[in-house]
């Protein structure tokens, strides 16, 4: 068998040495069968695909790809896979932030035919407010979207080559990752890890990635943005005939005299609202179904460091 270790990397400079040594002492030393690593520079603009050349000349089985701009980590992942020729896939954070000796544990759980392996963390050793966003985000997910979304969630994970050629096959434009490989339903299994602090470097998880990653998960697998446009106008509808017969009423029994300029200023402003807001919602469908017509590729590899695999 042959294994891939796909990594992602993004101004990972700092880490990437220790993380390759790492993998090296319990991973490389103790298998007794084929590996590759595949690195994918995600457009970073500090010296990561230096280091990732630099390591490249020290081992033959890795093999690097620089893309031309940040396309995010979806497309890279995507692009890591699409380059790897092992039987299975792990896909593992620069980080050094998820324990290495994961990866022989979901290669035990493949090797007894689960086709998908996730690394679902248990714990946390990271501040307050990125477990909550964490913890929000994934209970949010298995209510409106993927009840199947480990508690925890997840972002290492082991892939089969047959569920590999699936999403490769899938192309789809401002999703996540994570939400097509639960929703494709292969056989799954779950090892579970304590996410580590952070030791080297900083986080380019910012809140402007944070607010996509949830507006793509909620627009590609969940109804839940168009059932509250929905909500909404019942209720808009529901709350206007309910006022127009109160106010009829009052009418009839002589109790308005002047109408009330303040009350009707109050709702065209609601009601305003209620329709800027549906139509960003529907803006937000239109937008995606503009942008998967245009065909454009998910990332484009500007450089490589060895003939292409």
Known sequence: MKLSI?????YNEDNLISLYEDIREKIIGTIDFEYEIVMVDDGSQDKSYEVMQGL??????????KLSRNFGSHAAILCGLSKCTGDCAVVKAA?????????LEMVEQWKKGFNVVLAVREGREEGKGQTLF????????????????????FDVYLLDRKVITV???????????????????????????????RKVGTSKWT???????????????????????????????????????????????????????????IFNLFSFGVTMLTMGILG????????????RPPYIIEETGKDDV
Not at 134 to 153: C, E, F, H, Q, S
């Open 6 to 10: 796909v990594i992602p990397v993004y």
């Open 56 to 65: 490249q000349k020290q081992d033959a089985n890795i093999y690097t790809y």
């Open 95 to 103: 980080d050094l932030q998820e324990p290495t000796e994961l990866i």
């Open 134 to 153: 964490a913890n929000l985000y994934y209970d949010m997910v298995r209510k409106t979207a993927l009840p199947n979304m480990p508690k925890g969630g």
């Open 167 to 197: 999403l490769m096959a899938l192309d789809e434009k401002n999703s996540a990752l994570t939400g097509q490989i639960l929703w494709s339903g292969f056989k799954t299994n779950k090892v579970y890890y304590t996410r580590l602090e």
């Open 207 to 265: 809140l402007k990635k944070k607010v996509r990653l949830v507006t793509d998960t909620l627009f590609g697998f969940s109804t839940l943005p168009i059932k509250a446009v929905s909500l909404i106008g019942v209720l808009s509808f529901a709350g206007s005939l309910i006022w127009a017969a109160v106010v009829l009423a009052c009418k009839l029994l002589g109790m308005i005299e002047v109408s009330g300029w303040t009350t009707l200023f």
């Open 284 to 295: 937000e469908y239109i937008w995606r179904t503009f942008d998967a017509s245009r065909n």
